[in-house]
């Protein structure tokens, strides 16, 4: 005898969920990445194609996780979109306006991009602002109203060797989010975190996102990460570094720690983990080889 589901499937989008698909399309594309590639070359190394035309589009507040295997590109596509580097084909356009070089327009949590060491946790947010030529006390103002958002009022005079590897990442989330970016760029922000702390910022980050109204472009290696945060996701393979698929995230929000134990949740993960299966022998050479690199 079979048993009825109860549970939808998640193509079976609630209404609510729909509405919210269908508000975010309508809303002004911030960033457009157009047939971007790179390839890195350096005398007497082989040449890599580390991005091959690679195109997709985020719209205003939306937040846009990119996955892939290690290697297929994605850190290489944040510094391009931070303007770090520079493609060899293709453009973006943020707010309408070609990337060239870095610019305030956009804040950055990298996991290897930390706090300045010499400075307090409040004067690390203020950083920003000052460069924007904002007056002292409105700086202050700010960076308190940051701190706050982020759960760190009380820690303004802290240096980051006083404070937890957690703390330094909501830190860098506020000094990112105070001089008021286009998008923030995110490149495995939480990927030295021990998986307890991992978990709760990305809670955190999903509340913090919500509450500040901002466009995100999250790069990680972790698919119930990216499930877990996203509203669209975009799977990459590797060499070269491509768009594979993308992905809509058809779960409720706000995104709570219940979430994890949706079917919906579990489906989706399960469906991007069976994608980034390697599809060709080639493919699966190269994983098992840069598994023992
Ligand atoms: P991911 O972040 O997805 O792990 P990366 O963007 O770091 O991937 O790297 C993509 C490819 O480009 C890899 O093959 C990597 O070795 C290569 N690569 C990245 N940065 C450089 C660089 N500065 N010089 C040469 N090769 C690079
Ligand atoms: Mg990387």
Redesign the pocket.
């Known amino acids: 005898m079979s048993v009825a589901l109860s549970v939808p499937d998640y193509r079976e989008q609630a209404p609510e969920v729909a509405a919210r698909f269908t508000k975010l399309k309508e809303r002004p594309v911030i960033l457009d990445v157009q047939g971007l590639s790179?390839t890195?070359?350096?005398p007497g190394?082989p040449t890599?194609l580390?991005?091959s035309d690679v195109s997709f589009q985020v719209h205003r507040r939306e937040l846009m996780c990119v996955i892939?295997?290690?290697?297929?590109?994605?850190?290489?596509?944040?510094?391009l979109v931070a303007g770090l580097?520079e493609p060899n084909g293709g453009r973006m356009l943020l707010d309408g306006k070609p990337i060239d070089g870095p610019g305030s327009d956009r804040g950055m949590v990298f996991q290897s991009y930390t706090l300045f060491p010499w400075l307090t946790v409040q004067k690390n947010v203020e950083f920003g602002l000052k460069a924007q030529a904002v007056e002292a006390a409105e700086r202050a103002r700010i960076a308190r109203e940051f701190l706050a958002l982020v759960k760190l009022g009380g820690f303004e005079d802290r240096y980051p060797y006083e404070i937890s590897g957690g703390m330094k990442q909501r830190a860098a989330i506020a000094r990112a989010l105070a001089p008021d970016p286009d998008i923030l760029l995110m490149?495995?922000p939480f990927g030295a975190l021990d998986a307890q702390t991992r978990v709760l910022l990305q809670e955190e980050l999903a509340r913090i996102v919500a509450a500040a109204k901002r466009t995100v472009l999250f790069?990680t290696?972790s698919i119930e990460e990216a499930v877990f945060l996203a509203d669209r996701i975009v799977v990459?393979s590797?060499?070269p570094?491509c768009v594979r698929s993308i992905h809509n995230v058809k779960l409720p929000r706000p995104r709570t720690a219940k979430t994890r134990s949706l079917a919906d949740f579990i489906t989706l993960t399960q469906e991007l983990w069976d994608s980034l299966k390697p599809q060709s022998r080639d493919e699966e050479e190269n994983a098992a080889l840069r598994l023992h690199t």
């Open positions: 790179k890195f070359t350096a190394r890599t580390a991005l892939g295997p290690s290697g297929c590109g994605k850190s290489t596509l944040a510094r580097e490149d495995e790069v290696h990459m590797t060499h570094g």
